[in-house]
């Protein structure tokens, strides 16, 4: 499975084939099908960077409240990081990344067409 399916499809055998301790496997799965929200913009100015910063955390602390959940749960940020630098090349090179989930590579085509417009 990619690795950019990682909201959508559960880990459990990939990350036990990458040899991960069994007492770490269940904090490095996700269950999937969680929802997410990308938001576009023309343009990163300070306005919309200031409305991205409080959208985000208002939006990661009321999640967190309503599903009991630590919102700043470490094997996330680590796995958002490694998704990140598999993407990069895409945002910034305008590279084609293989095994990338439908939803993933809609949101590169939407991104390409207001980046180099």
């Given at each position: 499975m990619p690795e950019f399916?990682?909201?959508?499809?559960?880990?459990?055998?990939?990350?036990?084939?990458e040899g991960v301790p069994e007492e770490q496997v269940p904090h490095r799965t996700f269950r999937g099908n969680?929802?997410?929200?990308?938001?576009?913009?023309?343009?990163?100015?300070?306005?919309?960077?200031?409305?991205?910063?409080?959208?985000?955390?208002?939006?990661?602390?009321?999640?967190?409240?309503?599903?009991?959940?630590?919102?700043?749960?470490?094997?996330?940020?680590?796995?958002?990081?490694?998704?990140?630098k598999r993407v990069e090349p895409a945002l910034t090179q305008g590279a084609e990344v293989p095994g990338l989930d439908t939803s993933t590579s809609a949101l590169l085509t939407a991104y390409r067409r207001m980046r180099w417009r």
């Amino acid at each position: 499975m990619p690795e950019f399916a990682a909201l959508v499809k559960h880990r459990a055998d990939e990350v036990r084939a990458e040899g991960v301790p069994e007492e770490q496997v269940p904090h490095r799965t996700f269950r999937g099908n969680h929802p997410t929200t990308t938001v576009l913009a023309p343009e990163p100015t300070p306005s919309i960077l200031g409305r991205l910063i409080a959208l985000y955390e208002h939006k990661v602390f009321v999640q967190g409240a309503i599903w009991n959940i630590d919102s700043f749960d470490q094997w996330g940020v680590e796995l958002g990081k490694v998704l990140a630098k598999r993407v990069e090349p895409a945002l910034t090179q305008g590279a084609e990344v293989p095994g990338l989930d439908t939803s993933t590579s809609a949101l590169l085509t939407a991104y390409r067409r207001m980046r180099w417009r």
